[in-house]
């Protein structure tokens, strides 16, 4: 089945304890990105990757990191995680480069940071 | 900076009748989405408009983009409860594979 998988779907950790919230997709796909939900404020882009090795900046990326060694991985690192970031995060991936394809999401991950 | 704004956030709506949901947004763009996100669950794709003129239909859902008016409009045709979910666009920013979400229509359809 095809699919965008993350893990883990709930995570709850304390201030500066580094952290990876993995994501992988079965599709092939060559775009992938992260983004965090919060009320009020809809989905707000982190950091997205065009392809292996190729990611940058969303609109939100301080506090995060991103790798992308295979295509089909790309997992979201807090190194020292704050209160702030303690939001549901969602990892999607689309076929193409150019975005005109339409997004696969994954099921989402609910950080809480005490 | 590229902002979006999607009007209304809120909207009740009675099942049979017919609504409208904007979204606005600030600068030159190739490409819109709609996205539909269910209660505590993930986003589903619902419309890519690629072009000015773009129209696309689903079921009682249907899509258009202006790109001069820089206006996108979700139209919701004889709303049933099935429809009550939050919508979200999407609209492209400057590079690729940047992504700037509104904040999203919270639509409930009462019997």
């Known amino acids: 089945e095809a699919q965008v998988t993350q893990n883990p779907r709930y995570l709850i950790t304390v201030t500066g304890k580094k952290l990876t919230v993995t994501c992988s997709q079965n599709m092939n796909h060559e775009y992938m990105s992260w983004y965090r939900q919060d009320p009020g404020l809809g989905l707000r882009q982190i950091y997205y990757?065009?392809?292996?090795?190729?990611?940058d900046k969303g609109d939100v990326p301080e506090g995060y990191k991103v790798s992308r060694k295979e295509k089909r991985n790309f997992p979201l690192i807090l190194e020292s995680p704050s209160p702030n970031q303690t939001s549901l995060y969602f990892c999607?991936?689309?076929?193409?480069?150019?975005?005109?394809?339409?997004?696969?999401f994954g099921s989402g991950t609910q950080l809480s940071v005490l | 900076e590229l902002k979006v704004e999607q009007n209304p956030l809120f909207l009740s709506m009675q099942e049979g009748k017919n609504y409208t949901i904007y979204c606005n947004y600030s600068t030159t763009s190739d490409r819109l989405y709609w996205y539909r996100q269910d209660p505590g669950k993930s986003l589903e794709s619902l419309f890519v408009l690629l072009s000015n003129g773009a129209v696309k239909q689903e079921g009682r859902l249907m899509a258009s983009l202006d790109t001069k008016a820089r206006l996108s409009t979700l139209h919701i045709t004889a709303a049933v409860h099935d429809l009550s979910a939050t919508y979200f666009c999407a609209v492209g920013g400057g590079s690729q594979g940047n992504l700037i979400f509104g904040k999203g229509t919270k639509l409930s359809v009462k019997p």
């Open positions: 999607a991936s689309s076929l193409s480069k150019t975005v005109g394809e339409k997004l696969f």
């Open positions: 990757s065009m392809n292996v090795e190729v990611t």
